[in-house]
């Protein structure tokens, strides 16, 4: 994945045929509509496939709905991405996408943007405390709490979790909003079984997160069962536990990935939560477009409650990397 890339969108060849379904909503032809000027931040993680679909979607809608993107990477700085919001507001684009990762760090950025007149939809990851602690206008993304506790719940159901069980929850950034508030909600779902657990941080390398969880299965043969808090410590818990000659111990997670699904359709995971970042890229562009044009309030849209098992997996593998 490119660090910066830009998508005129125009509706050409392919895309007019998709597009058609859409041609009810301009008030003259789709061709006559002045661009959109909209800036979509992504936090982190340049080559990570867990944004491949979000990309695929945000440029999709660009060109659906003649929007005028520019894709951008934070590196996982949110100093660099307050800098970004700076540079969106002086470039005088009409919109601004960006994930809030840390609390109140783009605040002054956000709300700079606001009364400078830019449409702003948090995607991916919004401030803990939604509208009452940013400005910005919508948040399309999972609810972190909702989907811990469905995989949580559902890890114990499958697996007979009770009291003396412990789980292992590693995560890529512990510090960071969603790993807090997944870790809150799987946590919830197994105190109610009186199962114990633990948070430990991976990183986005799938063999340094590999490395890391086997060590912490080695470290502690009280650990029955994993639950990876995102797409890396997910994508690599079987063979961490392979690795650590616990093959075969129960583990489910977040998000889809190269391994994720596949071990799904085996069954040697049991579950995973689908945040749908297709969504994630897609509908804040759209919702930009619209709000821009015609005035319309954005919407707070859940994207990520879906839970992906043996019965729908199939579907998921098919469109790794696009729409899924």
């Known amino acids: 994945m490119t660090n910066r890339t830009r998508v005129l969108g125009t509706l050409r060849g392919a895309a ?24 979509f931040i992504q936090h982190c993680c340049s080559g990570a496939t867990f944004f491949q679909p979000m990309q695929f979607g945000a440029e999709e809608a660009a060109r659906l709905f003649q929007v005028d993107l520019t894709y951008v990477n934070a590196d996982g700085d949110a100093a660099r991405a307050a800098n970004l919001i700076e540079t969106a507001i002086a470039d005088k684009a009409d919109a601004v996408l960006p994930t809030i ?48 506790n ?17 789980c292992l929850l590693p995560v890529e950034f512990p510090e960071l909003t969603y790993a807090i508030e997944r870790a809150q909600g799987v946590q919830e779902a197994l105190t109610r079984a009186s199962v114990t657990s633990e948070v430990i941080g991976t990183g986005t390398v799938d063999g340094e997160a590999l490395n ?38 129960p583990n489910g997670g977040f998000d889809t990935g190269a391994d994720i699904i596949p071990h799904i359709i085996d069954g040697s995971t049991t579950a995973t939560m689908d945040q749908q970042p297709f969504w994630q890229g897609f509908l804040p562009v759209m919702f930009a477009a619209y709000a821009v044009r015609y005035g319309l309030t954005p919407p707070d849209i859940d994207t990520g409650n879906n839970l992906i098992d043996k019965s729908n997996a199939d579907k998921a593998k098919d469109y790794t990397g696009t729409y899924r």
């Open 212 to 249: 890391t969880i086997s060590q912490a299965i080695l470290a502690n043969p009280a650990i029955t069962c994993v639950i990876g808090l995102g797409q890396t410590p997910t994508n690599v818990a079987v063979a961490a536990a392979d690795e650590a000659g616990r093959p075969g111990i």
């Open 101 to 148: 990762t840390v609390p109140d760090a783009l605040d002054a950025a956000i709300q700079k943007a606001r009364d400078a007149g830019l449409v702003v939809i948090a995607q991916n990851i919004d401030d803990p405390e939604g509208p009452a602690g940013n400005a910005r206008q919508a948040f399309i993304g999972q609810d972190f709490i909702a989907s811990g």
């Open 150 to 166: 469905i995989i949580g719940d559902r890890m114990v159901k499958d697996h007979g979790l009770k009291e003396g069980d412990h």
């Open 16 to 39: 007019l045929a998709t597009s058609a379904l859409f041609a009810f909503t301009a008030p003259g032809s789709a061709q006559e509509l002045a661009p959109v000027k909209v800036v």
